[in-house]
């Protein structure tokens, strides 16, 4: 079965500094691997995925994250916060090789930028 | 515009009452899908459909129907809504394994 953690609930950074949010992932076969991010009162936005290829993907608001496979991770950074990066963010997980393409996601870690 | 839209956004009702949550694309994508999302625990699949009159459970299927007789209309039925599926829904469409929310339906059951 497919898993996804997100093992911290609440990270803060302050405004400018570089902030990383944390995925680990279980699946059988190979990962597709997704960052979402929920805004208040909002529906989830794509931020980018890892399908192959470079480890390092770039997304959009100046995201990027890195698929580490002997890890099992798929962390979620930024070089330099902003006020309006506060939101909640989520990691999922498909296995590629099940083609029924059910998505799993984590829990979600609310990030809190300070100015 | 290319949008998930879901109805309504908002429901109280009581235990028992047969509902409906609407949800409808206009991005013409095969896949769709419905989720709740409770604290601490994410968002978790409800119902899936590969295509038109292909339907799948998710990880928390009990309680809840769903159809697909069109491709751009995905409905979430509750037969029976029970106090604990008082969630946060949300629907969804994919293309190339990108899924594209809708608003959210909040519902309240009594």
């Known amino acids: 079965a497919q898993s996804v953690a997100q093992p911290e609930d609440q990270v803060n950074v302050a405004e400018g500094n570089p902030l990383t949010v944390k995925c680990t992932y279980s699946?059988?076969?190979?990962?597709?691997l997704f960052w979402y991010v929920q805004y208040p009162n909002r529906g989830l936005q794509f931020l980018l995925k890892?399908?192959?290829?470079?480890?390092l993907v770039k997304g959009s608001y100046g995201f990027e994250a890195e698929f580490n496979k002997s890890q099992t991770s798929f962390h979620l950074k930024k070089p330099s916060a902003l006020v309006s990066d506060s939101a909640l963010y989520f990691c999922?997980?498909?296995?590629?090789?099940?083609?029924?393409?059910?998505?799993?996601f984590g829990p979600g870690t609310r990030l809190s930028v300070l100015p | 515009e290319a949008q998930v839209t879901q109805n309504p956004r908002y429901l109280i009702t009581v235990t028992g009452k047969k509902l409906t949550v609407t949800c409808s694309q206009n991005?013409?994508?095969?896949?769709m899908s419905w989720y709740r999302q409770d604290p601490g625990l994410g968002l978790r699949q409800i119902y899936y459909?590969?295509?038109?009159?292909?339907?799948d459970k998710g990880d928390v299927p009990e309680g809840y129907k769903v159809s697909r007789k069109e491709k751009r209309n995905f409905p979430l039925i509750l037969e029976s809504p029970s106090p604990n599926q008082t969630s946060l829904y949300f629907c969804?469409?994919?293309?190339?394994?990108?899924?594209?929310f809708g608003p959210g339906t909040r519902l309240t059951v009594l």
């Open positions: 999922a997980v498909r296995d590629k090789d099940n083609y029924g393409q059910n998505f799993v």
């Open positions: 991005m013409n994508h095969e896949y």
């Open positions: 459909s590969m295509n038109v009159e292909v339907t």
């Open positions: 969804a469409s994919s293309y190339a394994d990108t899924q594209y």
């Open positions: 699946v059988s076969g190979n990962p597709y």
């Open positions: 890892y399908i192959t290829g470079d480890n």
